[in-house]
């Protein structure tokens, strides 16, 4: 699976973003999707997920509230939109995908990387 991220850039706190994670390979309904996010200096970190199956959307608690993970297996995307963007919300983020059952919030778990789209946002 090759993921290829997009839809970062430079954004106003209280703005709004959407990013896309296009797909390509075997087939993208058979993988749970991730984003994780990561900063200067400082780990990567789990931002949400969404189930291969029902569809369940855990969130880092960071975030929720203010951002949306979906997915569209039709056009192998996986989206995130991120509302009322903070500066702490900067850095660069990454989708994965897993080819488990579940929806891990650990990034070694997950088989497939992108490789990233930077998201700043400005106070």
């Known amino acids: 699976v090759q993921l290829v991220e997009s839809g970062g850039g430079l954004v106003q706190a209280g703005g709004s973003l959407r990013l896309s994670c296009a797909a390509s390979g075997r087939a993208f309904s058979r993988y749970s999707m991730g984003w994780f996010r990561q900063a200067p200096g400082k780990e990567r970190e789990y931002v949400a997920a969404?189930?291969?199956?029902?569809?369940?959307?855990p969130y880092a608690d960071s975030v929720k509230g203010r951002f949306t993970i979906s997915r569209d297996n039709a056009k192998n995307t996986v989206y995130l939109q991120m509302n009322s963007l903070k500066p702490e919300d900067t850095a660069v983020y990454y989708c994965?995908?897993?080819?488990?059952?579940?929806?891990?919030?650990?990034?070694?778990?997950?088989?497939?990387w992108g490789q990233g789209t930077l998201v700043t946002v400005s106070s």
């Open positions: 994965a995908a897993y080819g488990g059952s579940a929806t891990p919030r650990n990034a070694v778990q997950y088989n497939y």
């Open positions: 969404i189930n291969r199956s029902d569809g369940t959307t």
